[in-house]
């Protein structure tokens, strides 16, 4: 008991130290809203509150939400429930205290940032990493390395790529169809007969199902997100891609775009703009560290953890456009693409390398990478991606 | 003795065995009246829960098992067709006007209730089990939120149709895909491990008393030896009672005395071929000795 944690006196009671703790879980990435606060003080009505262990259980009870959450619960609880008879000054901050805790935030976020940029923005740094990570790449790539990290976006696609890219990414949006929908929907024909509607005009012809409506299994457009490498080893090939990219943003509104090579961006948003060449100046923005090294997997891992869970379900299609040579271990890439898989989606990879002549998928990343992919093409130019449409339409 | 070790302990009378985690989560879902969401790996005694706790409160089970493509007319409702068309025969026979024709076709005389609609007209209220819900698609969880938060249906032709009297809920779930967020936050949660060793214990006494401790021992310790070797299908509580249940009808009173028998019952845990393979005889015999 003496390790419970002591609230200082002027403390606003049990229903602030709640809600301090569901603070406490949602800064720990627990997603809880407004009304959970309301639900866990019910649930510790129903319970002897005053004893930990059944305050524990019906917390995690109302609070976890998924298997994850569950393992992570008991040490938060402990951290801050159980803080070794500690005293904790507030439990929730009110107005007075919120400069205080505001610096003390960014203060956090500023260590960590920098912590991150230090490896992404400082170009030798950067360089150097981006040329070790991808060894084997070629010189030839490291060579036009350099430039290109000065180089704008604008360089690298002109409009008319855009607009050739548009038409080919309205063509494989086309192309893939979700066929596996075992819901039923009216249709003028239909290899099933739709009674209800059958019935309820039956009733203008005295009972005699005359006119039979039927329904059909509809196939349906299924949403895109892809996710394209642009690090050191990719460069040659970033020209047909982004164009890709924003071609597919422009023809689909339902698809997703994130480029990574450090870091991962998500550029829906900035390749949505109205005017194409401006679209491109926001992502040359968004993309600093452009040309760097690559660190698929451990991208992969955070697009799984992160925007997936927001955008991919089973009607989608992941299309990751990579060489596959990843500076990390293969790893954690293996795991990324079973927990991106297990979100129901379809998986295809797009090497520009697999055109090579001989080229065998050799690269630890990229083999790691086969077992959970749906399609392995190879890509380079548009023309390449267009020509793809066929193998799409058998996905 | 609180509500929530009353509940663990009439459980128990009914022979399952649940953990405080999971009895309080169960607790906490009845008293605020929410759904419960059970994750846990296949074969730990989920859909159990339901079952058990339906006897334990003497209430009605509805089950409805989740597959793809699962829609409202096998969900909700749908309406008895063969019946409207034969009335609508009749009643053109008998000079009845179309719009009393449809007054009584459209009529709950005619509606199929599906599980769903089922569990919230029941004058008692029944427990609602939702089986497997991460094998139906996206809109049908859709449709279920809908249900369950408004304990309501709307059907077009009839009005709209409220809860007689709340169902306990309980949906399970065991990883097939990610379940939406929405209906994550709607639900109590509970995840449901392989149980301990003594639990298991506790289980295998419960459910199969012929047992003697002994070899309830041996058992238990080979299943769990077995349950942290790398397998396709880890073996659940079923499968032990079921290879409890197989040792016990060929006479066996000791694992490590009969290995032939002994292999002959692993077919009751191992159910794949490679399973059978990664566990070879050897294995099998030195986890065995070292329950023993």
Redesign the interface.
């Known amino acids: 008991m003496t390790r419970v944690t002591r609230f200082a006196a002027r403390d606003s009671g049990p229903s602030a130290r709640v809600s301090g703790f569901l603070g406490h879980l949602r800064e720990h990435g627990f997603?809880l809203?407004v009304s959970?606060c309301g639900?866990a003080l019910?649930?510790l009505t129903?319970?002897?509150a005053q004893d930990p262990?059944?305050a524990r259980?019906?917390l995690?009870?109302?609070c976890?939400?998924?298997?994850e959450?569950?393992d992570r619960f008991d040490a938060l609880f402990d951290a801050y429930w159980m803080n070794a008879g500690r005293v904790r000054e507030k439990a929730v901050p009110d107005g007075t205290t919120q400069p205080a805790r505001h610096t003390h935030n960014s203060r956090e976020d500023h260590g960590t940032r920098t912590g991150a940029a230090g490896k992404a923005h400082s170009p030798e740094g950067g360089d150097g990493e981006g040329e070790t990570a991808s060894e084997g790449t070629g010189k030839l790539v490291a060579s036009k390395l350099k430039n290109l990290m000065k180089k704008d976006m604008r360089e690298i696609v002109s409009p008319d790529d855009v607009r050739a890219a548009e038409a080919v990414a309205r063509r494989l949006g086309q192309a893939i169809r979700d066929r596996?929908?075992?819901?039923?929907k009216a249709a003028r024909s239909g290899p099933r007969i739709d009674?209800?509607r059958?019935?309820r005009k039956?009733?203008a012809t005295?009972?005699e199902?005359l006119a039979l409506a039927r329904r059909h299994r509809p196939d349906r457009p299924v949403k895109i997100a892809a996710l394209c490498d642009v690090s050191g080893s990719m460069m040659l090939y970033a020209r047909p891609f982004l164009a890709f990219l924003s071609g597919l943003m422009r023809a689909d509104p339902a698809s997703d775009a994130y480029l990574f090579h450090t870091r991962l961006v998500r550029i829906t948003e900035a390749l949505r703009d109205e005017d194409p060449m401006r679209a491109l100046n926001r992502i040359t923005l968004l993309a600093d560290g452009f040309g760097g090294g690559s660190k698929i997997g451990e991208n992969l891992d955070r697009f799984a953890r992160t925007y997936a869970?927001r955008f991919v379900?089973?009607r989608t299609v992941v299309v990751i456009l990579s060489d596959g040579y990843d500076s990390a271990g293969p790893d954690l890439l293996d795991d990324a693409l079973k927990r991106l898989k297990?979100?129901?989606c379809r998986i295809v990879w797009l090497n520009p390398l697999k055109g090579w002549k001989g080229y065998e998928p050799v690269a630890r990343g990229m083999a790691a990478a086969l077992p959970h992919l749906d399609l392995f093409a190879a890509a380079s130019t548009l023309d390449d991606l267009a020509a793809l449409e066929p193998e799409l339409v058998r996905l | 003795m609180?509500?929530?070790t009353t509940l663990q302990g009439d459980l128990a009378d009914q022979g399952y065995i649940a953990s405080?985690?999971l009895a309080?989560?169960l607790?906490?879902?009845m008293?605020?009246g929410?759904p419960l969401?059970l994750?846990g790996d296949a074969g730990v005694g989920k859909t159990e829960v339901a079952r058990v706790l339906a006897a334990a409160k003497e209430q009605e089970l509805i089950r409805l098992q989740c597959y793809?493509?699962l829609?409202a007319a096998h969900a909700i409702y749908e309406?008895n067709?063969q019946r409207?068309?034969l009335a609508?025969?009749a009643?053109?026979e008998d000079g009845e006007t179309?719009a009393s024709?449809?007054r009584r076709?459209f009529s709950q005389e005619f509606l199929l209730e599906r599980p769903l609609l089922q569990a919230i007209r029941r004058a008692h209220p029944p427990v609602l089990l939702i089986d497997e819900i991460d094998r139906a698609?996206?809109?049908f969880e859709a449709y279920l939120l809908e249900v369950l938060s408004d304990f309501q249906v709307t059907v077009p032709e009839l009005g709209t149709l409220k809860a007689v009297s709340r169902p306990t809920v309980i949906l399970t779930a065991n990883?097939?895909?990610?379940l939406s967020?929405a209906l994550?936050?709607r639900?109590?949660?509970?995840?449901v491990d392989y149980p301990d060793r003594r639990t298991e214990l506790a289980i295998l006494a419960k459910r199969c008393p012929e047992v003697d401790a002994t070899l309830a021992g041996q058992i238990v310790g080979f299943v769990q030896a077995l349950r942290k070797e790398e397998l396709e299908k880890t073996p659940g509580i079923a499968e032990m009672l079921d290879f409890a249940a197989a040792l016990t009808g060929l006479g066996v009173n000791d694992l490590t005395r009969d290995p032939v028998i002994f292999q002959a019952s692993l077919a009751t845990l191992l159910k794949t071929q490679a399973d059978r393979a990664a566990v070879p005889v050897e294995v099998a015999e030195r986890l065995a000795g070292k329950a023993a």
Do not use: N
Request: glycine share 10%.
């Open positions: 997603r809203g959970e639900t019910e649930a129903h319970v002897a262990w059944e259980l019906a995690r009870a109302v976890t939400g998924c298997a959450d569950a596996r929908s075992r819901r039923r009674l209800r059958t019935i039956s009733l005295g009972g199902p869970r379900d089973g297990k979100r129901g | 609180t509500d929530w405080d985690d309080m989560a607790h906490i879902a008293s605020l929410r969401l994750e793809e493509g829609d309406w067709y409207q068309l609508i025969r009643a053109a179309g024709v449809e076709i698609d996206e809109e990883g097939t895909r990610d967020d994550r936050r639900c109590v949660y509970a995840y």
